[in-house]
């Protein structure tokens, strides 16, 4: 119990589409513990970006439980909310997810400069994350100038640079060609490990879900 | 903090096209604001020039009535005293009583003044605009107003009796003179103060105009001049003399103060749209910056001192242009003679002088940055407002 990062006690999440209500999540339940690496699947629409959003407290479910860390989200107002995501989610999005105002540093920087981490800090963290990622020659580059893959590897950077106890990523290889989808999974994989993450992708790409210990597979909302 | 007012000005910064679009939309109002602000300046500074040119000068020195002789001797005295006045331009002695004059055809009641010929003929417009006749040439005779001479059916040289509350006497009328002002024209005439000094032997009323040097500060002159009067002497200035000049130039400044508003308005609602359009293009950032953890209030923050940033280079930009057209203007003027010409008499000068004045250089600067940050409230509260997962799905 000690060990539980995520549990999800019958979660459902409805949407309202015109007079119509459509259901995103049915009565979901499941457990992982910390250090899980979880393949989320599931075709297009069947909810696996509304559990990713519950998970990283930016909605409320309708009904069910979700307890974090030891900690129950849907209890957090927006304030709580965004303060939980500071110190304990990393978000990893499909693609254009870099502030183009700032450069590749400080884009990485930016979840350290959230929680007030000193500057001698943020610049010894960041060094160092940009050197194992190789994107070391980008530091004072800005978002604009790089590739798709190095934009998804700087990403990833910045998903983890405030480690994490939970990192999100939806299909984060999704418009990457293969050999930048490599480079990035490489990433993640590396940095997952290293900092004892406990990991949630979504996808539908096998390549992708099949490098993951773990399948959680989606249809229509329900957990197969 | 630091952090977000520098990604702020970062975002100013790449948002170029945006930034300089809405940068010069600002800045092309203030500095229209300023030139307007000017020109109003100088339409107020021209009419009050006019209207006191014609007789009442900028400030008067009142005194009670005195008999003739105590009268010049105290007018001697204070000529003296306001002779150390630099801020003084043109000092003009006056004695004035009222008179009926009669002639073979008519009477009129009129107010004569007593003046220096010598020194109004530099300041006021009657010796300039003399019908027939000539300008109390020797100090001597009496000129009268265009009207009067009509109704009393005179012409120079020949005489009228002048019937004061006291003594009667004949005098020669030596000249006519037209303002075109019907009442001026009416019930004014003058007569040199030399002539005055000897020929009469009544109470008068004594007082003495003052010009003063152009931008003078008025009220500070007349708390100065107060301080060398005697008892019953009274200072006053233009606008207790002509008060409906007074007034017009409230109404002036107060249809200005409408414009600036209205162009202020415009100028809010330019910045508000500038805004809203950049905030709605970066939902999907303000949604990663709200995933990541960033508060409401430092999006709110972040699109504030956009607006803050912008408005503020725009301001400065906006002065500075509209301070320097002013400048190159103030040179030059604008010459409005071709809509002033259907008074030929009244208009002492037709050309209007903008002017800065630092309420009409600082004013729109300031309402241009408050309207700014005003304005940026709404798009502000929008960015921090949208629900994350609104946009989340659109990544």
Not at chain 2, 51 to 68: C, D, F, Q, R
Not at chain 2, 105 to 127: F, K, W
């Amino acid at each position: 119990m000690a060990n539980l990062a995520v549990q999800i006690d019958q979660l459902s999440r409805f949407y309202k589409s015109g007079k119509n209500q459509i259901t995103a999540l049915d009565n979901i339940t499941f457990e992982l513990e910390t250090g899980a690496q979880v393949a989320l699947t599931g075709p297009s629409g069947s909810g696996k970006t509304t559990l990713l959003s519950l998970l990283g407290a930016l909605e409320h479910p309708d009904s069910g439980q979700i307890i974090l860390f030891g900690q129950n989200i849907n209890l957090m107002n927006e304030r709580q909310g965004a303060d939980f995501r500071r110190h304990n989610v990393g978000f990893i999005f499909q693609d254009d997810a870099l502030m183009p105002e700032l450069t590749v540093f400080e884009n990485i920087a930016l979840p350290l400069i959230l929680i007030k981490t000193t500057a001698k800090e943020i610049e010894r963290r960041v060094q160092k994350i940009l050197a194992d990622l190789d994107l070391a020659k980008f530091s004072q580059s800005f978002p604009p100038s790089l590739s798709g893959g190095e934009k998804q590897r700087v990403a990833v950077a910045r998903a983890v640079i405030h480690r994490p106890k939970l990192l999100l990523a939806d299909e984060p290889t999704a418009n990457l060609d293969r050999q930048a989808a490599t480079l990035v999974l490489d990433a993640i994989d590396k940095l997952a490990v290293e900092y004892n993450l406990t990991m949630i992708m979504a996808t539908h790409d096998p390549r992708v879900y099949n490098r993951l210990p773990t399948r959680l597979e989606l249809i229509d909302g329900k957990l197969i | 903090m630091i952090f977000w007012l520098r990604f702020a000005l970062r975002s100013c910064l790449r948002r170029r096209r945006r930034t300089i679009i809405t940068l010069a939309g600002i800045a092309f109002g203030v500095a229209t604001l300023v030139v307007l602000g000017a020109i109003m300046v100088g339409v107020n500074d021209t009419m009050v020039k006019n209207a006191v040119a014609i007789h009442s000068g900028n400030i008067v020195v009142k005194g009670t009535s005195l008999p003739l002789p105590q009268a010049f001797t105290r007018i001697d005295k204070l000529i003296v005293e306001l002779e150390s006045f630099v801020e003084l331009e043109t000092i003009l002695p006056r004695l004035h009583f009222p008179a009926l004059i009669t002639s073979d055809h008519d009477n009129s009641p009129i107010n004569i003044v007593a003046v220096d010929p010598r020194r109004e003929i530099l300041q006021t417009p009657v010796g300039k605009r003399i019908v027939v006749g000539t300008y109390l040439e020797n100090d001597e005779g009496l000129l009268l107003g265009e009207v009067a001479a009509k109704k009393l059916a005179v012409k120079p040289g020949d005489k009228v009796t002048l019937i004061t509350s006291t003594e009667v006497y004949e005098i020669k009328v030596s000249g006519i003179f037209s303002l075109a002002i019907d009442a001026f024209d009416r019930s004014m005439a003058f007569i040199a103060l030399a002539q005055a000094r000897t020929m009469l032997n009544l109470a008068v009323n004594y007082e003495i105009t003052l010009f003063t040097r152009s931008q003078s500060d008025l009220a500070q002159i007349a708390k100065k001049l107060n301080r060398k009067l005697d008892s019953g002497e009274e200072v006053h200035l233009w606008s207790e003399i002509l008060p409906e000049v007074a007034q017009l130039v409230k109404l002036n400044e107060f249809s200005m103060a409408i414009m600036v508003m209205l162009v202020i308005i415009i100028l809010g609602f330019g910045v508000a749209n500038a805004l809203l359009i950049s905030v709605m293009d970066r939902y999907r950032h303000f949604a990663i910056l709200k995933a990541i953890g960033v508060r409401p209030h430092e999006l709110f923050l972040v699109i504030m001192a956009e607006a803050f940033f912008m408005c503020l280079v725009a301001a400065i930009l906006g002065t500075i242009l509209g301070s320097a057209v002013t400048f190159l203007w103030a040179d030059y003027g604008l010459d409005l003679s071709r809509y002033t010409s259907a008074n030929p008499h009244f208009s002492v000068n037709s050309i209007i002088y903008p002017r800065l004045t630092p309420t009409m250089v600082f004013a729109p600067q300031m309402m241009a940055l408050g309207a700014g940050v005003l304005a940026a409230i709404w798009p502000a509260l929008v960015a921090g407002r949208r629900p994350i997962t609104q946009v989340m799905r659109g990544l």
